[in-house]
C-alpha cells in the first residue's frame, strides 16, 4: 500500500532529475513558478503532441476560483470500505508509523511537503467521501501552499475559501468520510479519466486541472514563455491599432507580422 522508493522511481523511469526523498520526481522550483502562469491549452498543445491527450480534466467546483497553480502529485486512491482489505492496509499502516486506522485520509496528509498538490481519488464519492474539510484542509495549505484535487467531497467550504490554497473538488457534503479504505499512496490513480503519476505536475487554472508528466515540463515551460511573449506582441500591437484582431487572432500570422515579432523580440526578449 506504501510503496518504496525504489517502486516509485521504477514507476516513473522517464524522469533523470532530482527525486524527492520517497523516490517521487521533484520538479524544480522554478519551474513550478512558470508554469503556474501557464493556461490548459499551453500544456494541453504540447501533451498531446507527445502522445498524451487526455492529461486535462475539467468539470470542478474551486474552493478559490481564480487561484491558480502548480504542484507535484502525491497520489491516493481509495476504494468502499472491505473489512479484511482494511486490516490489512491497518498493518501495514502501523509499520510506517501510522496509528490511527480510522482515519487514514490523514497519513496522505501528514506526508505532504511544500510544493505538493494532494491527488485524491476517491471514485467520485460526495456522501461520506469528503476527503478534507476545513481543519484538514488548514493541514495541506500550511504543508503545501498549494492546495488539492479531489475525485470526491469536502466539507466546510466556507473555512476552506478562507485558505491560502485552491481546492478543486466534485462537490460538498456535511458528512464525514466513511465506509471508505485508503487502497494506494503514490501509485497510479484515474481522475476523471486522466492517469496520474506521483511526481506529475498537477496544473490549477480557472478551466480545470492537467496533468504534466515531469519529464515533459520542460517543454510546457517552454511553450507557456513562447506563447506568453507572442500574446503580449499581438496584445500590443491590437491596442495600437496597427494590427487587427483578425492579423493576430490566427494560427499562422503574415510574413511582415512575424519580422515585425522579430524585431521586437530583439528589444523585449522571451
Not at 502522445?51 to 478559490?64: A, D, E, F, I, K
Not at 476527503?131 to 467531497?153: K, Q, W
Request: aromatic share 8%; proline share 6%; charged share 25%.
Amino acid at each position: 500500500m506504501l510503496p518504496s522508493y525504489e517502486e516509485i522511481v521504477a514507476l516513473t523511469p522517464l524522469w533523470e532529475g532530482e527525486r524527492s526523498v520517497d523516490g517521487r520526481p521533484r520538479v524544480p522550483d522554478d519551474d513550478l513558478e512558470v508554469l503556474a502562469g501557464a493556461t490548459a491549452e499551453h500544456a494541453w498543445s504540447v501533451l498531446d503532441h507527445a502522445g498524451y491527450p487526455r492529461q486535462y480534466v475539467g468539470g470542478w467546483v474551486q474552493s478559490r476560483p481564480g487561484r491558480p497553480f502548480a504542484g507535484r502529485a502525491l497520489t491516493c486512491g481509495f476504494v468502499p470500505f472491505r473489512p479484511d482489505h482494511n486490516e490489512a492496509v491497518v498493518r501495514n499502516g502501523r509499520e510506517h508509523g501510522f496509528t490511527e486506522g480510522g482515519r487514514q485520509n490523514t497519513w496522505v496528509i501528514e506526508s505532504l511537503g511544500a510544493g505538493d498538490c494532494l491527488v485524491a481519488d476517491i471514485f467520485g464519492k460526495i456522501f461520506n467521501g469528503t476527503v478534507v474539510g476545513d481543519n484538514l484542509g488548514t493541514a495541506v495549505a500550511t504543508r503545501t501552499g498549494v492546495g488539492a484535487v479531489i475525485d470526491g467531497g469536502v466539507r466546510d467550504l466556507t473555512g476552506l475559501r478562507e485558505l491560502d490554497a485552491n481546492f478543486y473538488f466534485r462537490d460538498t457534503d456535511p458528512s464525514p468520510i466513511r465506509e471508505v479504505v485508503l487502497n494506494t499512496v503514490n501509485a497510479a490513480v484515474t481522475i476523471g479519466g486522466a492517469t496520474v503519476l506521483p511526481g506529475d505536475v498537477v496544473l490549477g487554472t480557472e478551466l480545470g486541472v492537467t496533468f504534466i508528466p515531469p519529464h515533459l515540463v520542460a517543454a510546457v515551460v517552454q511553450e507557456s514563455k513562447k506563447t506568453a511573449h507572442r500574446d503580449r506582441f499581438g496584445k500590443l500591437r491590437i491596442s495600437e491599432r496597427i494590427y487587427t484582431t483578425t492579423e493576430i487572432d490566427t494560427g499562422t500570422w503574415a510574413e511582415h507580422i512575424e519580422a515585425d515579432y522579430a524585431d521586437w523580440t530583439r528589444v523585449n526578449p522571451i
